[in-house]
């Protein structure tokens, strides 16, 4: 005997699926937008697959962790369909045709958002960073000559798309449909939903970087965003349970010196012996390679000043950059610190509530006067708020948009030439023997294109543009690539040989120590862009020379060396004590003690990529803070050739010693508590801290 209800129980599943059928008949050619995200995340995965771009962190998480990226592409791809499904739903059902009209193109809008992204992704060959994200299209419209023309491609995408998917839809706006739906919760949560995908994929597909078996998990968004978190767990790593985190920081707010030290610190040398002390000029170069500077064995005579400086003094056979790249390689030098900041490494936006004591705060303290002239738009990734942000500028802070003299190049940045004059007469008006100066400059030329001012004939030939700021290079490309470069390293060197005959006119070259140094290197190699592409030596050995005639003498220095060592070294030869909170250590002058003994250097990739080189000695360490992986190296073996199969003694001492560094620094740049009421220092009861495992 049939039950009583099981004929009603069947007309109501029929009435539902009739509704369900007449809602999909009203809603016909939703479908071209509800796969629009399919598509997109389908040719992400595949330029993933491929290497592109740059064979980087896609490449190497698909690679790596197939599974948690495949799953969160898909999931990622089903929540943006719903959510277009669900928004076309709603607004298909409101009255009028106009307004539904209104609706879809509005919703195909959405849709058609990605395809911009992908269009750059693909046409520059790079993942626009998420400091480019978040400054949106104001940042990629300020400068014409590189970010403005794929701002413009980039937005000439959206055309097509949106107009296809509007086509696609518009006869679902043809009539409203019949059934039991609720237009406005329908359109708002889809909307809403949305919203929600988009932020969660701007946010770089935060499930793909979260590493399977983590239980950092709920920690994920901190360590995407800053790509410097491992996503392997940190301290089962160096044989501690995970809940030592919170120990570790207590452990750090016992060790770390309070904040106070600093201003104690300041007021003491303020209160040194008035000595003569000597003048410093320091000049940062942009991305030069130490392969590429004569006293290094160059083929070509790019840096005959630069050489003869070398000889007269100290040169550093083995000094590594701090990073890959110049946001954090300029910025590592000027405050002696590592790129380990955790959240804010964005410098655009976010707070800066780190500690960062920049070298003209420790120098005007000593009674300097102090000043930084630059080549460089230095509101580029927010250099500016990284150096002036807390209101302690040095006595005269100069920059590209200061100087409207001379030629303005990509970036706007400026030539030399004009910076140089200006150096000279501000030294000019200031040189007093009882008050000696610091001039921080920045020279720039060697910066992609490589332009030459009008009118200067190129050292060396055939020239000719190289074409968009961002590509990679071919092995045509090559052969002009380096002429340009050279050319421009010739140009940047007889700029400092009129800074270096300008000393010596205003009668200071026997007071004044000069430092050159670059903020990271640079390669020329087939298939990859000149700079940030690796951690192989091209990018990050750069040279780094000192001189102080007639009181240094002349040397080399083979021992590796970091360039964030540049301010400490010049404190120990003018005999003040060591900076607390800087990371780096004097490797001249002063008591042995403050030089601290042999340590590992370490240099960070562009920050996305979360990589990094450690060396000791004789051997390196590559880690990959997103896949977990460490791989030993001979020291002088590139990274590009098979890992050397051998025994290796440093090898593990490196990597547990950067482990050991990486999770104090970590937690106390992330640990709001921590960086409020303490300085990050080296525990003075530990003669180097973590490092010293490895002496």
């Known amino acids: 005997m049939r039950e009583p209800w099981a004929g009603e129980s069947q007309t109501s599943r029929h009435r539902l699926l009739s509704e369900l059928i007449e809602a999909s008949r009203a809603l016909r050619g939703v479908g071209g937008i509800a796969l629009s995200p399919f598509a997109f995340q389908g040719v992400f995965v595949v330029l993933a697959g491929f290497g592109w771009p740059r064979a980087g962190a896609e490449h190497r998480l698909l690679r790596d962790a197939p599974v948690p990226f495949l799953v969160s592409s898909l999931l990622v791809s089903a929540l943006a369909s719903a959510a277009l499904v669900l928004a076309c739903a709603g607004v298909s059902a409101l009255s009028g045709r106009k307004t539904r009209r209104a609706g879809i193109f509005f919703v195909a809008l959405l849709a058609s958002l990605p395809i911009p992204m992908l269009a750059f992704f693909v046409g520059s060959g790079t993942l626009p960073s998420l400091d480019l994200a978040r400054e949106g299209l104001p940042f990629l419209l300020r400068d014409a000559t590189g970010w403005g023309r794929a701002a413009a491609v980039t937005l000439a995408c959206v055309a097509v798309p949106w107009a296809l998917l509007s086509v696609l839809t518009l006869r679902s706006a043809s009539a409203p449909p019949r059934g039991s739906f609720a237009p406005l919760p329908l359109a708002s949560a889809g909307l809403l939903l949305l919203g929600a995908v988009f932020l969660l994929f701007a946010g770089g597909n935060v499930l793909a970087h979260v590493h399977p078996g983590s239980r950092r998990a709920a920690d994920s968004r ?35 010196p309070p904040r106070s030290e600093l201003a104690r610190y300041l007021s003491s040398l303020a209160s040194l012996e008035a000595a003569p002390r000597p003048n410093v000029v320091v000049v940062m170069l942009e991305g030069v390679p130490a392969g590429h500077v004569g006293f290094r064995g160059y083929r070509r005579s790019t840096t005959p000043n630069l050489d003869r400086l070398a000889a007269a003094g100290v040169s550093f056979d083995r000094a590594w950059a701090a990073a890959n790249e110049s946001k954090n390689g300029q910025t590592a030098i000027l405050a002696s610190v590592y790129p380990m900041r955790g959240a804010e490494n964005n410098f655009v936006s976010n707070a800066l509530d780190y500690p960062r004591i920049l070298c003209w705060e420790v120098f005007r303290a000593l009674g300097y006067a102090t000043a930084f002239i630059s080549t460089q738009d230095e509101t580029w990734l927010g250099m500016q708020r ?54 921080v400059t920045n020279f720039q030329r060697t910066h992609f294109p490589y332009q030459l001012p009008s009118g200067i004939p190129p050292s060396f030939q055939p020239l000719a543009p190289l074409g968009p700021r961002f590509r990679r290079w071919t092995e045509a490309d090559l052969p002009n690539g380096v002429n340009n470069f050279d050319s421009a390293l010739r140009y940047v060197d007889d700029r400092l040989g009129e800074l270096l005959d300008g000393l010596r006119d205003l009668g200071v070259e026997k007071d004044t120590i000069v430092a050159i140094v670059s903020d990271h290197g640079q390669g020329f190699e087939a298939g990859l862009e000149p700079v940030s592409m690796s951690l192989d030596a091209p990018y990050v050995h750069v040279p780094f020379v000192l001189s102080w005639p007639g009181t240094l003498p002349p040397g080399r220095i083979e021992e590796n060396v970091s360039t964030i060592d540049l301010f400490p070294t010049l404190l120990g030869l003018i005999g003040a004590p060591p900076c607390p909170g800087w990371d780096g250590r004097a490797r001249l002058g002063g008591p042995a003690s403050s030089r601290g003994r042999s340590r590992p250097i370490y240099s960070a990739s562009i920050v996305w990529e979360a990589r990094w080189l450690v060396q000791g000695a004789q051997e390196k360490v590559l880690v990959d803070l997103m896949t977990g992986r460490a791989t030993a190296f001979r020291g002088d073996a590139s990274l590009r050739s098979p890992t050397d199969r051998g025994s290796f003694d440093e090898a593990p001492a490196l990597l547990r010693s950067f482990l050991e560094d990486y999770s104090r620094r970590a937690t106390y740049y992330t640990s709001p508590d921590l960086r409020r009421s303490r300085l990050y220092a080296e525990p003075a009861d530990s003669d180097g801290g973590a490092l010293s495992r490895t002496d």
Request: charged share 30%; net charge negative; hydrophobic share 45%.
């Open 386 to 439: 990284f150096q002036l942000l807390d209101g302690r500028p040095p006595d005269l802070y100069v920059h590209a948009l200061d100087i409207p003299e001379g030629e303005t190049f990509p970036d706007r940045k400026k030539d030399e030439a004009p910076v140089v004059r200006r150096a000279l007469d501000w030294m000019r008006r200031v040189a007093d023997p009882r008050k000696p100066f610091l001039l």
């Open 222 to 256: 901190r360590q995407l965003l800053t790509c410097l978190f491992p996503s392997f767990p940190l301290l089962p790593a160096l044989g501690a349970d995970e809940v030592g985190a919170e120990a570790l920081v207590d452990r750090l707010g016992r060790e770390l």
